[in-house]
């Protein structure tokens, strides 16, 4: 597994079609992997459910996982985007 780089900001996976059937991206198998690895920890979970903030336990940055493509079933493939501190706080109603 690849884990996250210091240069990374947005990790986006896709779904491809492969005879017929949408089938996850080489992305989409990272971001389940990093997720399962435990590289990144659950802070908190946003109120509508649909993303979750996670904290990188090697440079404690924050990540939020989102499936930006709502309209998709299951919300689409997942995307990783990194988030300030300030930005965590705010969307995801962290104390201080």
Not at 48 to 69: A, K, N
Request: hydrophobic share 30%; proline share 5%.
């Amino acid at each position: 597994m690849k884990s996250i780089g210091a240069h990374e900001t947005r990790i986006v996976g896709r779904w491809e079609e492969r005879n017929g059937a949408l089938v996850p991206d080489d992305t989409c198998r990272r971001i389940d992997e990093i997720l399962a690895s435990g590289q990144l920890t659950e802070v908190a979970r946003a109120e509508d459910g649909w993303s979750i903030l996670y904290r990188d336990v090697r440079d404690g940055r924050y990540w939020e996982l989102t499936y930006p493509q709502s309209e998709l079933p299951g919300g689409g493939p997942p995307a990783l985007i990194n988030l300030s501190e300030e930005e965590a706080r705010n969307h995801f109603g962290l104390s201080g």
